[in-house]
């Protein structure tokens, strides 16, 4: 699944989407920016490291092992309108800062959390 975005008047943020994403993991660990995440899974079969997918539907927006995957599948998979060009560190971080202050608690399995971050992308 994808999504896309229509793209920002910001000419830098234009330059940017045109220049794409040359491959590999957008965001890492270090840069992210809320550091209170848990990195512990309650139980091994709930661990992304072994799973492969955090919790197979459902996202937890305090464990940093199911939220830092999550933001790199979200930013592979969306795009701007027009573009091929994937997103990168800063929308990975906006959507990591909507995931945390403005998703409302009822959205939680991660088909869900991509259609709100879509929906209200311009909005924050």
């Given at each position: 699944m994808s999504f896309t975005l229509?793209?920002?008047?910001n000419a830098f943020?234009?330059?940017?989407a045109a220049y794409g994403n040359p491959g590999g993991p957008v965001i890492y660990k270090n840069q992210l920016q809320y550091k209170d995440y848990s990195w512990r899974a309650?139980?091994?079969?709930?661990?992304?490291r072994i799973t492969g997918f955090p919790d197979s539907v459902l996202l937890s927006r305090h464990e940093g092992y199911e939220v830092l995957p999550f933001l790199n599948r979200f930013c592979e998979a969306t795009t701007y309108k027009g573009t091929n060009a994937?997103?990168?560190?800063a929308e990975a971080l906006k959507a990591e800062?909507?995931?945390?202050?403005a998703l409302p608690p009822n959205e939680r399995s991660h088909a869900h959390v991509n259609?709100?971050?879509v929906a209200n992308w311009s909005r924050y």
């Open positions: 229509p793209i920002p008047n943020l234009n330059a940017l309650a139980q091994e079969h709930d661990n992304a994937r997103f990168g560190l800062r909507m995931i945390r202050t259609q709100w971050l």
